[in-house]
Structure formats: structure tokens, C-alpha cells
Nanobody
Framework: VQLQASGGGLVQAGGSLRLSCAASGRTFSSYAMGWFRQAPGKEREFVAWISRSGSLRTYGDSVKGRFTISRDNAKNTVDLQMNSLKPEDTAVYYC?????????????????WGQGTQVTVSS
């Protein structure tokens, strides 16, 4: 599966952005999907995971209550709605696909990655 992330940009603290990841290739609904982010000089960090059907979700502690992951299997997309953004949310955001259906917060358990989209939150 090929993944293409989009929707990043510059936003003020307290604002919102919606990221989208478009998938092509094998059947999208056979993959669990995740979002990760990486700030300069830091490890890649888990942000959110969604199950194949979209009925289950998991979030990183730093984004709980502010970010929402969703997917549309008919459109082969997975989105990340980000609200109440903070300067510490500044990072490159990556979408990733996992062939195994169980949730995972480890980047090493994802099989395919998109190219990343930059999110910058100004204070």
C-alpha cells in the first residue's frame, strides 16, 4: 500500500488542523492505521491508531481529548483532526499502515509509511 499524507501547515496555538492520508494499492480496509509525529532531535512519537473497521481507537497521552482519528474505507483515507493545538505539537506527522489488526504504539510494528507532512504551531 502507498500512503500520501497532506494537510499540514502553520497555525496559531489554540487553532485546528485536519490531516489526511490517502492510500492506494491493496485493500485499504485490511490495514489498521496509525499517525506518528517526529519533532527535530526527538524520537518518533505515537499519536493515534484506528482499527480496520474504524470502531476502535487509541491515542497517545499527549493528544488525548484534543485529537481525533477517523477513517473512510470507501474513500481509502484516514484523517487526524487536531484541535487546541499547542507549540509542542510542532512536528512532521506521518501516517502508517499495519497489516496486523491489533493496536500498536510502536513505530517498528507498522509496515508502510507515508512521506510526512509538517505541522507548525506558533505561540
Amino acid at each position: 500500500v502507498q500512503l500520501q499524507a497532506s494537510g499540514g501547515g502553520l497555525v496559531q496555538a489554540g487553532g485546528s488542523l485536519r490531516l489526511s492520508c490517502a492510500a492506494s494499492g491493496r485493500t485499504f480496509s485490511s490495514y489498521a492505521m496509525g499517525w506518528f509525529r517526529q519533532a527535530p532531535g526527538k524520537e518518533r512519537e505515537f499519536v493515534a491508531w484506528i482499527s480496520r473497521s474504524g470502531s476502535l481507537r487509541t491515542y497517545g497521552d499527549s493528544v488525548k481529548g484534543r485529537f481525533t482519528i477517523s477513517r473512510d474505507n470507501a474513500k481509502n483515507t484516514v484523517d487526524l483532526q487536531m484541535n487546541s493545538l499547542k507549540p509542542e505539537d510542532t512536528a512532521v506527522y506521518y501516517c502508517a499502515a499495519r497489516e496486523t489488526g491489533w493496536d500498536s504504539t510502536s513505530q517498528y510494528e507498522y509496515d508502510y509509511w507515508g512521506q510526512g507532512t509538517q505541522v507548525t504551531v506558533s505561540s
